[in-house]
C-alpha cells in the first residue's frame, strides 16, 4: 500500500524503526503489565530512551521537538505492538507541549530531564486558591494515564480568590494547570478496566498543596514560544490519532495469520484437507473491507496532519474550516478502528473470544479507547457547527 505520509524523512523513518525493533520486548512484558496494569520497568526505560515520552519537547531544552506526522507514526507504531503502550505514550507525547505554556526556567527544569513523563488530569476539576506566590491546590482527578513511570503530575484547577472565583476580563473563569511532585499527591487505585489495562490510567488526590505561579500555566491562555509546534494549542491532540491506526493494524495482520491456520469449521482440519478460514468468502471480503477501512483512515488522518502542519510551518493562522476536519479526524479515525476490529473480531469467531488471542485485548483497547471526551463521536456536532460557520461551543475545536 502506498504511504500517506509525507516524503522519506531518514531521521523520523529511523526512529519508527526504533519504536519497531521493541516489539520482542513489549512481547516478553505484556503478561506483568496487564497483571499490574501498567508498563513495567524494562518497557519504560525503553520508552526513555526512545525519547517516547517528550516527543513535543522544544531542542533548546534537549527534547526532539518532533513535527507532528512523526509523533502520529510513533504512536501508531507502538499501538501496533501493544494499546496500553501506545496509549501512554500517545498521553505523554501530548503532555510534552506543555513547555510551549511555561516560562524557560520552570520549561527546564521540568521536563529537561530525559526520563521527564508527565501524567494527570487536564480538566479543571480541582480548586486553586491564590495565595502570595502561586496556588494552594485541592481535589480528586481522574485518568492519569502512565501514573506508575511519571515524573510529574498536573492538576487542572478553578481559581479561586478566598470564596470567591476569579475571572479573566473577558468573563471566563480563570483556569489553573499546576505541576506536581508524584510523591506530592496520592494515587487512587481506580483503573480497573475493560481495556487498555496497562495504563495506569488511576485517579489522583492533591491536598493543601503549594504551587509556586511559575509552575502553572493557563491551558486556555497563548503559549509563550513561537516555534510552529508551539502555535496552535489544540495541536496537542495529534497524538490520539496514531492509536486507533495502529491498533487496526494489529488486528488485521492478526486475522491474515490466523486465517490460513485456524479451521472454517469444528473437525475440518482433522480431515486433513478441511477448510481453513482463508477458504471462506466471508473471511476474503471483511479482510478487503478491513485493509480498505483503514487505508482511508490513515490517509485521511496523515493528510489532515500534513496540511494543518505545513500551515503551522508557514506562519499562517489555521482556518475554521481546517480546525474542524482536524477534530472530525480524530474521532473518524477511532471510529473506523473500532469498525474495522469489531468485523474482523467476528470473523475470527470463537478464537476472539479468549484472553490469548490479540483480537480480544485488541477489541477490549479499541472500544475503551473510544470513549475518551476528545475523540468521542460527540465531537462531530461542535466540529459540524465550525463547518456551517458557527461558533462550535468547544474551546478544543
Known amino acids: 500500500m502506498t504511504d500517506t505520509t ?6 523520523a523513518d529511523d526512529l519508527v524503526a526504533a519504536a519497531r525493533a521493541l516489539g520482542p520486548l513489549i512481547e516478553a512484558e505484556r503478561d506483568r503489565m496487564e497483571a499490574e496494569r501498567q508498563l513495567t520497568g524494562p518497557v519504560v ?27 502520529v507514526r510513533i504512536v501508531e507504531e507502538l499501538s501496533r505492538l501493544d494499546g496500553s503502550v501506545g496509549w501512554c505514550v500517545m498521553i505523554a507525547a501530548a503532555a510534552s507541549y506543555v513547555p510551549g505554556f511555561l516560562a524557560p526556567d ?14 494527570g488530569q487536564l480538566a479543571p476539576t480541582g480548586r486553586a486558591q491564590l495565595v502570595d506566590g502561586g496556588y494552594r491546590i485541592d481535589g480528586r482527578f481522574r485518568f492519569a494515564s502512565g ?44 483503573w480497573h478496566t475493560t481495556g487498555l489495562a496497562a495504563t495506569g490510567s488511576n485517579d489522583y488526590v492533591v491536598e493543601d ?20 509546534l508551539y502555535r ?9 490519532a496514531g492509536v486507533p491506526l495502529g491498533l487496526a493494524r494489529a488486528a488485521v495482520d492478526t486475522v491474515l495469520e490466523l486465517a490460513g ?16 478460514l482463508a477458504d471462506e468468502g466471508r473471511t476474503q471480503e471483511a479482510l478487503a473491507v478491513a485493509e480498505a477501512t483503514l487505508g482511508g483512515a490513515r490517509a485521511y488522518t496523515y493528510a489532515l496532519v500534513e496540511e494543518l502542519w505545513a500551515l503551522l510551518e508557514a506562519g499562517e493562522k489555521v482556518p475554521p474550516r481546517t480546525r474542524a476536519l482536524y477534530r472530525i ?3 473518524h479515525s477511532h471510529q473506523q478502528a473500532k469498525a474495522v476490529i469489531s468485523s474482523l473480531y467476528d470473523v475470527a469467531s470463537t478464537s476472539s473470544i479468549f484472553r490469548g488471542n490479540p483480537l480480544d485485548r485488541l477489541m477490549r483497547d479499541v472500544l475503551t479507547a473510544c470513549q475518551h471526551r476528545m475523540v468521542h463521536p460527540k465531537i462531530y456536532r461542535p466540529a459540524g457547527r465550525m463547518l456551517l460557520g458557527m461558533e462550535s461551543g468547544d474551546p478544543l475545536v
Not at 520552570?106 to 529537561?112: I, N
Not at 500555566?217 to 497563548?222: E, F, L, V
Not at 491456520?261 to 481453513?276: F, H, I, L, V
Open 45 to 71: 526505560a525503553a520508552l526513555q530512551e526512545l525519547g517516547a515520552f517528550r516527543m513535543a519537547v522544544p531542542r533548546e531544552l534537549g527534547g526532539p521537538e518532533l513535527d507532528p506526522v512523526t509523533q
Open 106 to 119: 520552570a520549561a527546564r527544569r521540568w521536563f529537561g530531564p530525559r526520563d521527564a513523563c508527565l501524567a
Open 261 to 276: 491456520q485456524k479451521e472454517a469449521y469444528p473437525g475440518a482440519a482433522r480431515t486433513g484437507r478441511g477448510p481453513t
Open 232 to 240: 496552535y494549542p489544540p495541536l496537542f491532540l495529534v497524538p490520539h
Open 147 to 190: 501514573s506508575g513511570h511519571a515524573t510529574m503530575m498536573l492538576a487542572g484547577c478553578l481559581v479561586y480568590d478566598g470564596d470567591e472565583l476569579v475571572r479573566t476580563p473577558s468573563g471566563r473563569p480563570r483556569l489553573c494547570s499546576a505541576l506536581l511532585r508524584p510523591d506530592e499527591v496520592t494515587i487512587v487505585d481506580t
Open 329 to 331: 479526524m480524530m474521532t
Open 6 to 11: 509525507r516524503p522519506a524523512d531518514v531521521a
Open 209 to 228: 498543596r503549594f504551587v509556586a505561579a511559575e509552575d502553572s500555566w493557563d491551558p486556555a491562555g497563548a503559549m509563550s514560544r513561537q516555534e510552529p
